[in-house]
């Protein structure tokens, strides 16, 4: 049985932010999101996050995860401290308790596994995830024997001249033998210089106590600034892109492209260059996205084109083109092998199967059936300035360009709409519609600074 503590009271001053360190995002989740997510294998029997500066906002935007406790740290007194605050939380537990930080969001679910799995399987009062660093300056350093069993932890800044060429570094993960740790961790100290209570002093009291090196030392990556969040999302993002040209999906310029992990891409899709992929996107096979695109929480369909254009919260069907410099937004439903031209934006709005807009258009609160043709600079009038209001078409339906439809309105099937009409009342069907005013030429008439310069002269 393992239990699970994450510890996310910190505020992160070098984030020079308002929102909690941990609620900063990496790749379209939050670091304590991501941390989370690495216990997917897991199955703890308690998930207790140590919530301390901005906690309401880490509660609320941790509400949809059930299964979570958060407990408060008042004062932020080490990590010695934070965990002490699990104690109430965890009477009567018997089993191990897995410690994480909220703002190393790169952890693998295997290495968590691993970690867990060696501290059972050898019986251990401590198990600590270590790395071995090129240059470890800065970190303290662990010391152990053949077998990786720990002799010593000591702060870079106590480090000998030769202990300080240990490249064994703390990942500042652990496990705990909950019975065991809890002979210990109500007695920490902080007679330190930081007169805070670290975790770490618990180690050279449990026996045995193991390191576990990590087998690629980007996944203990710490977030403390704006800097290292950026560093942070190029190593998820180049591990996002190897896992989906592995799977068949081409990156025409990887360095150029953004995509998030809660994304989902099918075989034989083309990204152009320049575009990025956010939230719950997912991208049927064969579809060609960009160059210069932003798909945000849309599905687009198989064999689909969208290029130079956002869409966003929509939903773009088969075989359908769309752009270039097209907008597509708010719920959006664009059916299978419609057409959706430059400079076009729909909102809210359904489109049928093979309906084409082709060019400077926009369509709100719309419903339009098949193969309806929407010339250019047609536009759905949909609010008062109170109120949107509908716009319904029928099949087949074509607009004529620079038309106004008036919402609320229905429009037929088979309805021809003239150019230049403001539409104002509904339309049955097999017929057409004019209605604009009519044209009137004024013979001789000229500007009136032509006419001032003819009577000057």
Request: net charge negative; aromatic share 4%; with cysteine.
């Amino acid at each position: 049985m393992v239990a699970v503590a994450i510890l996310a009271a910190g505020r992160g001053t070098r984030m020079k932010s308002s929102l909690p360190k941990v609620l900063h995002s990496v790749g379209g989740k939050s670091m304590v999101e991501r941390v989370l997510d690495g216990l997917a294998d897991l199955n703890p029997s308690h998930t207790i996050i140590v919530v301390g500066f901005g906690q309401e906002q880490v509660k609320a935007a941790l509400a949809h995860i059930p299964g979570l406790t958060f407990v408060e740290q008042t004062e932020q007194l080490g990590t010695g401290h934070a965990v002490q605050q699990v104690i109430p939380h965890l009477e009567g537990f018997d089993g191990d308790l897995l410690v994480l930080n909220g703002d190393v969001p790169l952890l693998r679910p295997e290495t968590i596994q691993t970690l867990v799995k060696t501290h059972q399987d050898k019986g251990n009062a401590a198990t600590l995830l270590t790395a071995q660093f090129t240059d470890p300056t800065g970190y303290g350093r662990v010391f152990c024997t053949e077998q990786n069993l720990i002799t010593e932890i000591v702060e870079h800044r106590d480090c000998s001249p030769a202990q300080r060429q240990n490249p064994r570094i703390n990942a500042g993960v652990y496990c705990f033998n909950w019975a065991k740790l809890m002979t210990v961790l109500p007695h920490l100290s902080a007679d330190n210089d930081q007169q805070e209570y670290y975790l770490t002093d618990v180690v050279k009291d449990l026996t045995p106590a193991m390191a576990v090196d990590v087998a690629d030392c980007q996944e203990i990556f710490g977030i403390n600034s704006r800097k290292q969040l950026a560093e942070a999302y190029a190593i998820l993002q180049e591990r996002i892109k190897d896992h989906w040209m592995a799977a068949g999906v081409t990156l025409i310029d990887p360095d150029s492209t953004t995509i998030d992990t809660t994304v989902q891409i099918e075989p034989d899709v083309v990204i152009e260059p320049q575009t990025h992929l956010r939230g719950k996107t997912t991208v049927g096979t064969g579809s060609r996205i960009g160059p210069g695109s932003l798909i945000e929480s849309s599905q687009i369909g198989a064999h689909a084109t969208v290029a130079f254009s956002v869409v966003s919260d929509s939903a773009v069907g088969n075989g359908a083109r769309v752009g270039p410099y097209a907008h597509l937004r708010g719920e959006a439903v664009v059916g299978d092998n419609c057409r959706i031209g430059n400079f076009v934006e729909i909102k809210k709005s359904t489109l049928g199967t093979g309906t084409n807009v082709a060019h400077l258009s926009y369509l709100g609160d719309a419903t339009l059936g098949n193969r309806v043709n929407v010339g250019a600079g047609t536009i759905t009038a949909n609010y008062d300035g109170y109120k949107k209001h509908p716009t319904v078409i029928g099949d087949r339906t074509k607009t004529g360009s620079n038309s106004v439809l008036v919402a609320p309105v229905t429009i037929g099937s088979d309805v021809t709409i003239a150019a230049g009409s403001v539409v104002r009342k509904d339309a049955p069907d097999n017929c057409l519609v004019v209605s604009r005013a009519p044209q009137k030429n004024h013979e001789g008439w000229q500007p009136k600074h032509l006419r001032e310069e003819k009577t000057e002269g």
